[in-house]
């Protein structure tokens, strides 16, 4: 995927955080997604939908773009402006109840957002695994700490984050809260290669949020954290259906 062709999209207005192009270019380039006709795919936790608007061009497939805090209004007029309003649908629903059919998505994708809802046990298993189709595909970039620094999120980034350092995990912890199931395959997670660029096109911006990482970004957010990438592939038919079980 050649990322300048979304450049005149990416502005501090539609960037939430670090590079989430940058973040799902890396996703897209290891695990290529190749839809059918008519596959739906869900961007969860899409922010403004730049990611959503890419998956669309990319893949062709159809996407539904879900957000909590950016309303389905606000985002359906900027994809109509970027003239995807056809191929994207707006949603605004919580990740912890969503309202999707099940078997919908032949894939999902989740940038810089899995992590504000899905770190605990079983979540995987009971909230995104009914709406994947049999052989689907999840593809999911969060920030998190260095695997040498597992669970030590609250001490060591408690300045930084707040409250809210309990998020970020590792590697092998999110490899675990993924979990078992006879419907998943293969789950693999790593500490991406994107995480000095993303993190410096962030910081370039003028957004208020950036101003903030800043101060933080050569004490803590280098040598503690990394992006984890999350790879999860569903399936083709469970062991029951095969008659295994
Ligand atoms: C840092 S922003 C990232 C947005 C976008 N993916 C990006 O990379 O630019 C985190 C996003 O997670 C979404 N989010 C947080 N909690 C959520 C939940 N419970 N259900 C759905 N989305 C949620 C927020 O609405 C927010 O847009």
């Known amino acids: 995927m050649n990322i300048d062709t979304y450049k005149p999209y990416i502005s501090a207005k539609t960037m939430m955080g670090p590079n989430s192009v940058r973040i799902l270019a890396e996703l897209l380039d290891k695990y290529p997604l190749r839809p059918a006709k008519d596959d739906t795919v869900l961007d969860l936790g899409c922010g403004t939908g730049l990611t959503s608007l890419i998956i669309a061009r990319e893949t062709g497939a159809k996407v539904f ?8 209004e606000e985002n359906g007029k900027r994809f109509a402006g970027w003239g995807v309003g056809e191929r994207i649908t707006p949603v ?18 989740s940038i810089d957002s899995y992590h504000y809802f899905a770190g605990k046990e079983d979540f995987f298993r009971e909230k995104i695994l009914p709406f994947m189709k049999d052989e689907g595909e999840v593809l999911i970039g969060i920030p998190g700490l260095k695997d040498a620094y597992s669970n030590r999120a609250e001490e060591l980034l408690s300045d930084w984050l707040g409250d809210d350092a309990y998020m970020f995990k590792s590697p092998k ?26 993190w410096e096109e962030w910081l370039a911006t003028d957004n208020e949020y950036a101003l903030g ?29 095969q008659g295994i079980l």
């Open 65 to 72: 773009a879900n957000d909590l805090w950016v309303s389905a």
């Open 213 to 241: 990482d800043r101060k933080y970004y050569e004490t803590l957010i280098k040598p503690y954290t990394c992006f984890v990438g999350i790879y999860v592939k569903i399936n083709r038919l469970s062991r029951k259906n």
């Open 173 to 198: 912890c999110w490899k675990e809260l993924i979990g078992d199931d006879e419907r998943i395959e293969m789950v693999q997670t790593w500490e991406m290669d994107c995480f000095s660029q993303a």
């Open 92 to 109: 605004c629903e919580d990740a912890n109840n969503l309202h999707f059919e099940r078997k919908q998505f032949c894939a999902l994708v």
